[in-house]
């Protein structure tokens, strides 16, 4: 199992998985199960979000998607952090109607799509011409 360490927090990758159209990973951070999805991006998708757009080896352009945690047996999609502290922050997910408020590592969404991008051999756009 791989590892990353962050500002001092520690994630171990599980699974990834890599296809034509979407490509994923999974990892964990203490007891949690996270999966951050890449899908194919068109070229105006890719302009309207560059700072989640990344380029593989094989010359596509991805988009970081879904990002989820495992809660009871179910996967809730991330919503927005909720409150800030200084190495936690409060995070809002989602699944059918259902909320789930739980805290987390300080950004870790983005910590998700650097760490999963690496992970899938992928690299972040460096300039996305508008």
């Known amino acids: 199992m791989r590892q990353y360490s962050v500002d001092h927090q520690n994630y171990h990758i599980f699974k990834t998985e890599t296809g034509e159209k979407n490509q994923y990973v999974h990892f964990q951070w203490g007891k949690f199960d996270f999966r951050m999805t890449f899908n194919t991006g068109s070229k105006d998708a890719v302009r309207e979000n560059p700072k989640k757009a990344f380029s593989s080896e094989n010359g596509k352009q991805?988009?970081?998607?879904?990002?989820?945690?495992?809660?009871?047996?179910?996967?809730?999609?991330?919503?927005?952090?909720?409150?800030?502290?200084?190495?936690?922050?409060?995070?809002?997910?989602?699944?059918?109607?259902?909320?789930?408020?739980?805290?987390?590592?300080?950004?870790?969404?983005?910590?998700?799509?650097?760490?999963?991008?690496?992970?899938?051999?992928?690299?972040?756009?460096?300039?996305?011409?508008?």
Request: glycine share 6%; charged share 20%; hydrophobic share 40%.
């Open 62 to 130: 991805y988009l970081a998607g879904l990002f989820e945690v495992l809660y009871q047996s179910e996967w809730f999609e991330f919503i927005k952090p909720t409150a800030h502290g200084m190495q936690l922050e409060e995070t809002l997910w989602s699944r059918n109607g259902q909320d789930y408020y739980v805290e987390f590592p300080k950004d870790i969404r983005s910590v998700a799509q650097v760490i999963c991008a690496e992970e899938l051999g992928m690299s972040p756009l460096e300039a996305v011409s508008a």
